[in-house]
C-alpha cells in the first residue's frame, strides 16, 4: 500500500512554521537590482527640415496642372478659373509643404579666409 499524505491543514501549519522560523533566523535578504545607468554618449540632433508652403493646381484625378508661391493666391485663382472654363473636369486649389534645399557653403570658401 501507499504511503498516506497528510492533509492540507497539517501542510498549511508546517510551511507557516517553516516561513517563521526562517523570518526570526533572520534570513538574507534579496539585494535591488542596481539601476542601470544611461549611456554617456551624445546623439546628434536632428537636422530641422525648412518647409515652403506654396498653392497647386490639381485636376479631379489629382493631376498637378500648376504651381504658385505662396503670395500669389490671386494667379492660382486665375489660373483656376481658366482650367474651369475649358472643359467639364473639376479642379481645386491646395496647399503644398515642399522641402527647401540649401546648398551647404563649399569647403574652398573656408580655406580662402584661412
Known sequence: ????TASRIQKRRESEAAAS???KAGTKK???AAKRKRATTR???KAVERKQLIWGVFSGSLKEEARFPYDQREEAEQKLEQLRAKGKKSYFIQPIKEVITTPLPSSDDEE???
Open 112 to 114: 580662402e579666409d584661412s
Open 21 to 23: 522560523r526562517g523570518s
Open 30 to 32: 534579496k539585494k535591488k
Open 43 to 45: 546623439r546628434k540632433a
Open 1 to 4: 500500500m501507499g504511503k498516506r
